[in-house]
T-cell receptor, first 114, second 107 residues
Framework: KAGVTQTPRYLIKTRGQQVTLSCSPISGHRSVSWYQQTPGQGLQFLFEYFSETQRNKGNFPGRFSGRQFSNSRSEMNVSTLELGDSALYLC?????????????FGPGTRLTVL | GNSVTQMEGPVTLSEEAFLTINCTYTATGYPSLFWYVQYPGEGLQLLLKATKADDKGSNKGFEATYRKETTSFHLEKGSVQVSDSAVYFCAPTDMRFGAGTRLTVKP
């Protein structure tokens, strides 16, 4: 089975721009979660989507949003980028809700905001 | 809400040394507990898990026991190798990860 894939792997943007990241979960997995990883803050939960609905949300501003499609693929959007948004964004999929299951992580998208 | 406290790093050990990385959590109920590992340049991957009290998860020589009475899930390995150098994350199943502990093993 193919693993979780994320595109693009690397991205460079400037302040004020917006960005969309994509995640394809493992086939058959219905939950997709997004995390932000930075050296200072560690791994922080952004949100989880399950069957095209946002089920859980972390403590991030409304500039961070996401969606899930009927094939379980998910996108995350960040608008009005700030320097502090530079981070590794990880996507993880689970067969069912992440709260009860092991998560399978993708390699991440490295976002640099200049 | 639930939270997890993980031993701060970085931790530097010599090959074949004994490893312990402490992890304690607060939770409502009895969540499953996981240790994930992140090798350089990669995403996280599951190292081991335990789903109920007194369960012992084990993989690749690593072990962790679900201690309900102390709400702990400490990671241990009897003899580390250079290839174990990575960042280790403790996580209950509510998407809250520990801060991560960077382990460096020197030959």
């Amino acid at each position: 089975k193919a693993g979780v894939t994320q595109t693009p792997r690397y991205l460079i943007k400037t302040r004020g721009q917006q960005v969309t990241l994509s995640c394809s979960p493992i086939s058959g997995h219905r939950s997709v979660s997004w995390y932000q990883q930075t050296p200072g803050q560690g791994l922080q939960f952004l949100f989880e989507y399950f069957s095209e609905t946002q089920r859980n949300k972390g403590n991030f501003p409304g500039r961070f949003s996401g969606r899930q499609f009927s094939n379980s693929r998910s996108e995350m959007n960040v608008s009005t980028l700030e320097l502090g948004d530079s981070a590794l964004y990880l996507c993880a999929s689970s067969p069912e809700l992440a709260a009860y299951n092991e998560q399978f992580f993708g390699p991440g998208t490295r976002l640099t905001v200049l | 809400g639930n939270s997890v406290t993980q031993m701060e790093g970085p931790v530097t050990l010599s090959e074949e040394a004994f490893l312990t990385i402490n992890c304690t959590y607060t939770a409502t109920g009895y969540p499953s507990l996981f240790w994930y590992v992140q090798y350089p340049g990669e995403g996280l991957q599951l190292l081991l898990k335990a789903t109920k009290a007194d369960d012992k998860g084990s993989n690749k020589g690593f072990e962790a026991t679900y201690r309900k009475e102390t709400t702990s899930f400490h990671l241990e390995k009897g003899s580390v190798q250079v290839s174990d150098s990575a960042v280790y994350f403790c996580a209950p199943t509510d998407m809250r990860f520990g801060a991560g502990t960077r382990l460096t093993v020197k030959p």
